[in-house]
């Protein structure tokens, strides 16, 4: 019973390195950039109006999910109804309006850089760099 014991709390206290490994980006998202949101400390407090993704690009259309701190939006996209074309975390296209996007910048790091990316769960993720 005391070996059982021993060698459950070794296990238990033993490193699981897929447990620490977390996200990384595996390569650029080709054909987009990073951009951010630039909002007001209110905008940003406001959980009831968040800035959010639009399957279409219009005011009238419903809104699809709320967009992260940071977007990737197609390089050279066109401006329809002023919104930006960009996609989801799961690579799906949306829309975003172009109002509230400024280019990617850190105030507390101004040689900063962020690109879209690919995850290592495939999903979007975001490099950031100095």
Known sequence: ???RNLLALSLALA??????????PVKPL?????????ETAAQSMDFQHPVSFKLNPSDNEPDVAPVGNQVAVKTGSRI?????ETVDFAFRP???AQK???PYHAKADPSATCAPAIMS???????YAH
């Open 121 to 127: 769960n495939g999903h979007l993720g975001f490099k």
């Open 100 to 102: 509230y996007l400024v």
């Open 30 to 38: 080709a054909g987009y950039t990073c951009m951010m949101l630039n």
């Open 1 to 3: 019973m005391k070996l």
């Open 80 to 84: 329809v109804n002023g919104y930006v």
């Open 15 to 24: 490193p699981i390195p897929a447990l620490a490994a977390g996200l990384t």
């Open 94 to 96: 949306r829309w975003v």
